[in-house]
Antibody, heavy 119, light 108 residues
């Protein structure tokens, strides 16, 4: 069955860096578009970044552009989110999610990785 | 940037119909997707492409989209439907995914 498992979350100081991983199983990662979505404590969903299955392009929210980078290793079935210059308002639960079909709804989600940015 | 507007809360009695709206400029020209999120859980896709249901989602969940408003309709509401609901679109003019602010559905 399809599974997405995030890891790499933790506590980091403002200005620091962190790399999140999303291990995919039960399907071929290279066939599907993948996304990162975050949710600050008590708040709504915020889309962060996306990459289609072929990896030719990447898309990032304005709030993270220039600081975060989405990437993927299809041979290892892992999606990444490289986060630099972290700010306190980046504190959130970060989900990876699979596109049902590119840009047609996210049909599978992981359980999330918590990132806390605090001094 | 494109903005999606949802009412913060909707309340309905069991067995009644809940309608959750999602407003956006010419949203009828976009494909709208809806998610249900219960406390402590990841979101679940309940409607995609305006009105299609993923497998396993009850027929009680339906969607429509026209003009400046998309609507998620939940018929014969049950206590288990109590959750936060989010709409989502892809804004092709900016190449960004956009979520609405979310609507908390309370079953009285």
């Amino acid at each position: 069955q399809v599974q997405l498992v995030e890891s790499g979350g933790g506590v980091v100081q403002p200005g620091g860096s962190l790399r999140l991983s999303c291990a995919a199983s039960g399907f071929s990662l290279g066939v599907y578009g993948m996304h990162w979505v975050r949710q600050a404590p008590g708040k709504g969903l915020e889309w962060v970044a996306a990459m289609p299955g072929d990896g030719r392009n990447t898309y990032h929210a304005n709030s993270v552009k220039g600081r975060f980078t989405i990437s993927r290793d299809n041979s290892r079935s892992i999606l990444y989110l490289h986060m630099n210059t972290l700010r306190t308002d980046d504190t959130a639960l970060y989900f990876c999610a699979r596109d049902r079909v590119w840009l047609a709804g996210f049909d599978y989600w992981g359980q999330g990785a918590l990132v806390t940015v605090s001094s | 940037s494109y903005v999606l507007t949802q009412p913060p809360s909707v309340s309905v009695a069991p067995g009644q119909t809940a309608r959750i709206t999602c407003g956006g400029h010419s949203i009828g020209s976009k494909d709208v997707h809806w998610y249900q999120q219960k406390p402590g859980q990841a979101p679940v896709l309940v409607v995609y492409d305006d009105s299609a249901r993923p497998s396993g989602i009850p027929e009680r969940f339906s969607g429509s989209n026209s003009g400046n408003t998309a609507t998620l309709t939940i018929s014969w509401v049950e206590a288990g439907d109590e959750a936060d609901y989010y709409c989502q679109v892809w804004d092709s003019s900016s190449d960004l995914q956009v979520f609405g602010g979310g609507t908390k559905l309370t079953v009285l």
